[in-house]
T-cell receptor, first 113, second 113 residues
Framework: DQQVKQNSPSLSVQEGRISILNCDYTNSMFDYFLWYKKYPAEGPTFLISISSIKDKNEDGRFTVFLNKSAKHLSLHIVPSQPGDSAVYFCAASARGTGNQFYFGTGTSLTVIP | EAGVVQSPRYKIIEKKQPVAFWCNPISGHNTLYWYRQNLGQGPELLIRYENEEAVDDSQLPKDRFSAERLKGVDSTLKIQPAELGDSAVYLC???????????FGSGTRLTVV
């Protein structure tokens, strides 16, 4: 049972434009969300997080939006750069689960120069 | 600060053979995780340690998988005997109890032939 879903396996965007990566979850107990970025042959690296008490968190070119009623979050990258080309995973955790995160299947982003 | 170190990076074995993976977490990180990532999927938790205690191993196939974390630092994950379906990337991650989210190692890519 996939509790975190990323329905777009891949996304291509022109350099300088906005990239929007989407993530949906089913467990209403999830209250903390992360985005990880993964390059080939490397482990995932933490990118940005958001708590359920917020609906937006921004860090430089990266902004994560959370819509709790829709159980949906999105990652916006503006402007997109070729170095952003990677696989992006969203992950969700519920308080009291010992920091256990459930991961989506990932979206492969390609930024075209 | 050194990151999470895993070895080996790659391993090819014949089915029914044993294999072991090693992980050295970030110094001071009490919590250690082993995840498995199948091709095209997100990471899935196998086992979580708090110091030397395995506090969540519900997803670990105990008939063939075993893990240990002696002295609450390094950890090893073993498969015996390996099956074709065990081919995947095995990721180790660690976190401090004061943090949310965690740091992954580069993973071990296992191929069972």
């Amino acid at each position: 049972d996939q509790q975190v879903k990323q329905n777009s396996p891949s996304l291509s965007v022109q350099e300088g434009r906005i990239s929007i990566l989407n993530c949906d979850y089913t467990n209403s107990m999830f209250d903390y969300f992360l985005w990880y970025k993964k390059y080939p042959a490397e482990g995932p690296t933490f990118l940005i997080s958001i708590s359920s008490i917020k609906d937006k968190n921004e860090d430089g070119r990266f902004t994560v939006f959370l819509n709790k009623s829709a159980k949906h979050l999105s990652l916006h990258i503006v402007p997109s750069q070729p170095g952003d080309s990677a696989v992006y995973f969203c992950a969700a955790s519920a308080r009291g689960t010992g920091n256990q995160f459930y991961f989506g299947t990932g979206t492969s982003l390609t930024v075209i120069p | 600060e050194a990151g999470v170190v895993q070895s080996p990076r790659y391993k090819i074995i014949e089915k029914k053979q044993p294999v072991a993976f090693w992980c050295n977490p970030i110094s001071g990180h009490n919590t250690l995780y082993w995840y498995r990532q199948n091709l095209g999927q997100g990471p899935e938790l196998l086992i979580r340690y708090e110091n030397e205690e395995a506090v969540d191993d519900s997803q670990l196939p105990k008939d063939r998988f075993s893990a240990e974390r002696l002295k609450g630092v390094d950890s090893t994950l073993k498969i015996q005997p390996a099956e074709l379906g065990d081919s995947a990337v095995y990721l180790c991650a660690s976190s401090s109890t004061a943090l949310y989210g965690y740091t992954f190692g580069s993973g071990t890519r296992l191929t069972v032939v």
